[in-house]
């Protein structure tokens, strides 16, 4: 009875920012589970990669190009899914931006808007593109991915640009999920530490930062990358089905103290 709610055969996710990193793991945990997946991402070359990856998983991936602040391309990627698939279960917003370590008095006006633009405006875009047609079958999951930034202030990089759209996404999270779970389609989040990847490697190669980051985690250590897939696919999943408007923090304990 349990383990079957995890089953996802017969569904359609999207992944956006799939092409490496948290997004590549989550589409490899919707396809163990049987979803058809669509890894969306802006640079091509990371698409073939991602479709290799899986194909050792048996996971076969559909790949799509997409910049999600061009929200006329967010629309058309949604329109050509449910053209080809004629529906859409499943979206897990990931694709994000992290140029970390500028003080909020050094912060440019095009630093403070890439942030935004990705983190919180191409996650919108996505929400309301892909959520419409959720909306129009009466069913669906949106799994947004946060940051533990969304609630603390880090120590010791200074990036009030980023916090701020993680607190974004959090409380966007919240508003969408009161706004359509009437209408059968569950919105969540995923609330991360510092996860082992890409983005954090200018962090974990600072010997002096990377020592605060775990003095500042009660489980002293950093993240891996599928362990916030699992989170992503329960909320994604039947299993989350009485879940909606929940920031899940996947944080080693980070906001406990």
Known sequence: MYLGKYDLHGRVGVVTGAGQGIGLCCAQALGEAGARIVLAELLPERIGTAQEALRQHGIKAEGAVLDV?????????????????????????????????????????????????????GLFYCCRSFGRRMLERG???????????????????????????KAGVHHLTRSLA??????????????????????????????AMYKTWLEMTPMNRVGQPEEIAS????????????????IVQADGGYTCW
């Open 69 to 121: 602040t061009d929200s006329a391309a967010v629309e058309a990627l949604a329109e050509r899914i449910m053209q080809d698939h004629g529906r859409i279960d499943i979206l897990i917003n990931n694709a994000g931006v992290a140029v970390s370590d500028v003080r909020a008095e050094d912060t440019t006006d095009e630093h403070w808007r890439m942030h935004m633009a990705v983190n919180l405006d």
């Open 139 to 165: 069913t669906g999951a949106v799994v947004n991915i946060g940051s533990m930034s969304g609630f603390i202030v880090n120590k010791p990089q200074p990036q009030s640009f980023y916090n701020a759209s």
């Open 178 to 207: 009161a706004e359509w779970g009437g209408r059968g389609v569950r919105v969540n989040a995923v609330a991360p530490t510092y996860i082992e990847t890409p983005l954090t490697q200018f962090g974990m190669q600072n010997e």
């Open 231 to 246: 989170v992503a696919l329960f909320l994604a999943s039947d299993a989350a089905s009485l879940i909606t408007g929940a």
